[in-house]
């Protein structure tokens, strides 16, 4: 393998330390108080392993491969975690009712203003809840996090948002109408089965390009992230609900309508926060659902990574639950006005490459 040194990383030196050094207190101050919301509202935190049998199976998730090597010597795969979801998933099987973890995480390929191999996870599960009730966690979170840094108005790139109004609650079929002028839904089978054809018509009549080897998922992310994303959180919070259930790999279905899962993003200043779900816990269809992500992978990008059976037993074991994971480095950011992830983090990852 060819020897890459890594770019100078000056964030040590003391003078470029005392300007980040105001961000860091307020993560700590954030972090305190939300630790003290949690514990107050009678949750457990918990403490999850970062090696797993799997990363995590959905298609564009890209983990940090390594591997145990035992005592007799013989290596086994093993991945940092994207998210201590699994682990969490089996503490609730094992009888765990409210729980909470601030878990480092890692993502690869991910880097930028908003994005860094490692960050902090802030997830939180509740057993026998319905989702809406990690919508009203979402709003005093963020409160909480306006509240110990002093901040009244959030701003990110020339956008303003409230922490402490009530969020506004929208669909994403809602969303797409609003924005792009697109009948998503129209597009989406009752089984959830999906119609890349019609999906496509509808985006050439709002004027937004596309290749012809797009996917109904890459459509409808295009659409996403290029006429909604920036958009939303504007004024006050953003919570994003009822996804096509394709998109959500690890929800269960709406009682309402089985086109959409129980799942929504919360979003601020048109920055993504929070990724919550109604969990889903068929064994049986998560691992029709896992395999699916797994095929698109493989298709894609020429690799797998392997299913976590010791998980899909937990599920059948695992009570009605509702979970939630946020961004906890993208919330700092905005409750303390820093621009980019790494002016949060005590202690960036290097940087590689030109």
């Given at each position: 393998?060819?020897?890459v040194?890594?770019?100078?990383?000056?964030?040590?030196?003391?003078?470029?330390?005392?300007?980040?050094r105001?961000?860091l207190?307020?993560?700590?101050?954030i972090q305190?108080?939300?630790?003290?919301?949690?514990?107050e509202?009678?949750?457990?935190e918990?403490?999850?392993?970062?090696?797993q049998?799997?990363?995590?199976n959905?298609?564009?998730?890209?983990?940090?491969?390594?591997e145990?090597?035992g005592?007799?010597?013989i290596?086994?795969?093993?991945?940092?975690?994207?998210s201590?979801?699994?682990a969490?998933?089996?503490?609730?099987?094992a009888g765990?009712?409210?729980i909470?973890?601030?878990a480092?995480?890692?993502?690869?390929?991910?880097?930028g203003?908003?994005?860094?191999?490692?960050?902090t996870?802030?997830?939180?599960y509740?057993?026998?809840?319905?989702?809406?009730?990690?919508?009203?966690?979402c709003a005093?979170?963020?409160?909480?996090?306006?509240?110990?840094?002093?901040?009244?108005?959030?701003?990110f790139r020339?956008?303003?948002?409230d922490?402490?109004?009530e969020?506004?609650?929208?669909?994403?079929?809602?969303?797409?109408?609003?924005?792009?002028g697109?009948?998503?839904?129209?597009?989406?089978a009752p089984?959830?089965?999906?119609?890349?054809?019609?999906?496509?018509a509808?985006l050439e009549k709002?004027?937004?390009?596309?290749?012809k080897d797009?996917?109904?998922?890459?459509?409808y992310?295009r659409v996403?992230?290029?006429?909604?994303?920036p958009?939303?959180?504007?004024g006050?919070?953003?919570?994003?609900?009822?996804?096509?259930?394709s998109?959500a790999?690890l929800?269960?279905?709406?009682?309402?309508?089985?086109?959409?899962?129980?799942?929504?993003?919360?979003?601020?200043?048109?920055?993504?926060?929070?990724?919550?779900?109604?969990?889903l816990?068929?064994?049986?269809?998560q691992r029709?659902?896992?395999?699916?992500?797994?095929?698109?992978k493989?298709?894609?990008?020429?690799?797998?990574y392997?299913?976590?059976?010791?998980f899909l037993?937990a599920?059948?074991h695992?009570?009605?639950?509702s979970g939630?994971?946020?961004?906890?480095?993208?919330l700092?950011m905005?409750a303390?006005?820093?621009t980019?992830?790494?002016?949060?983090?005590?202690?960036?990852v290097?940087?590689?490459?030109p």
């Amino acid at each position: 393998m060819k020897t890459v040194t890594p770019k100078p990383s000056p964030w040590w030196h003391p003078a470029v330390h005392a300007d980040r050094r105001p961000f860091l207190l307020g993560r700590n101050r954030i972090q305190s108080a939300l630790r003290a919301g949690f514990t107050e509202r009678g949750f457990i935190e918990v403490d999850t392993p970062a090696l797993q049998v799997s990363p995590g199976n959905e298609t564009h998730l890209h983990a940090f491969a390594t591997e145990i090597v035992g005592n007799d010597g013989i290596g086994h795969p093993a991945y940092l975690h994207t998210s201590p979801e699994f682990a969490a998933k089996k503490l609730l099987a094992a009888g765990e009712k409210k729980i909470a973890c601030f878990a480092h995480v890692w993502r690869n390929r991910e880097r930028g203003p908003l994005h860094h191999p490692e960050f902090t996870m802030l997830e939180w599960y509740r057993a026998g809840a319905p989702y809406e009730e990690l919508m009203r966690d979402c709003a005093w979170i963020v409160a909480a996090a306006a509240e110990a840094t002093g901040t009244k108005t959030f701003r990110f790139r020339g956008m303003e948002a409230d922490p402490f109004a009530e969020p506004e609650r929208l669909g994403v079929a809602e969303a797409f109408g609003r924005f792009a002028g697109i009948d998503l839904l129209a597009s989406v089978a009752p089984d959830g089965g999906t119609d890349r054809g019609h999906l496509a018509a509808e985006l050439e009549k709002a004027g937004i390009r596309h290749a012809k080897d797009d996917t109904w998922a890459d459509l409808y992310s295009r659409v996403l992230v290029e006429r909604i994303e920036p958009f939303l959180g504007a004024g006050r919070l953003t919570i994003l609900d009822e996804y096509p259930v394709s998109e959500a790999a690890l929800a269960r279905p709406s009682a309402r309508d089985a086109r959409v899962a129980e799942r929504f993003e919360l979003y601020a200043c048109g920055v993504e926060l929070a990724n919550a779900f109604g969990e889903l816990t068929d064994p049986a269809e998560q691992r029709r659902r896992f395999e699916h992500e797994m095929a698109e992978k493989q298709r894609i990008y020429g690799e797998t990574y392997p299913i976590d059976e010791d998980f899909l037993a937990a599920l059948s074991h695992m009570p009605q639950a509702s979970g939630a994971a946020l961004g906890f480095d993208r919330l700092t950011m905005l409750a303390t006005g820093a621009t980019r992830i790494d002016q949060v983090m005590w202690a960036p990852v290097a940087e590689f490459g030109p």
